[in-house]
């Protein structure tokens, strides 16, 4: 039995377009659509992407089940400790 099938929020889905190789989702920063004039050029610079935050990892990725980005992370961390465990053994 397969269950029911995910759909993505499309609203969610134009704010955030993308997941690292890290499972991180990137989403756009506000303040940049119009009067840019008047900041300065670090300020217009400043104001491009970042990455959501972690109290919001697990609402994004339900709105947006299609990034992947929680499969992502579970197999970064995976492969983050597995290596840690690696680097602890080599220097036993």
């Given at each position: 039995?397969?269950?029911f099938k995910l759909k993505t929020?499309?609203?969610?889905?134009?704010?955030?377009?993308?997941?690292?190789?890290?499972?991180?989702?990137?989403?756009?920063?506000?303040?940049?659509?119009?009067?840019?004039?008047?900041?300065?050029?670090?300020?217009?610079?400043?104001?491009?992407?970042?990455?959501?935050?972690?109290?919001?990892?697990?609402?994004?990725?339900?709105?947006?089940?299609?990034?992947?980005?929680?499969?992502?992370?579970?197999?970064?961390?995976?492969?983050?400790?597995?290596?840690?465990?690696?680097?602890?053994?080599?220097t036993k």
């Amino acid at each position: 039995m397969s269950g029911f099938k995910l759909k993505t929020r499309k609203a969610a889905a134009k704010r955030f377009r993308k997941a690292t190789a890290n499972g991180k989702i990137v989403r756009s920063k506000g303040s940049h659509g119009h009067f840019l004039a008047k900041r300065g050029q670090k300020a217009r610079l400043s104001a491009g992407t970042t990455y959501v935050h972690d109290s919001n990892f697990e609402a994004v990725n339900k709105l947006v089940p299609a990034l992947g980005a929680k499969r992502k992370r579970s197999k970064f961390i995976a492969n983050s400790l597995k290596r840690a465990a690696e680097a602890a053994s080599e220097t036993k």
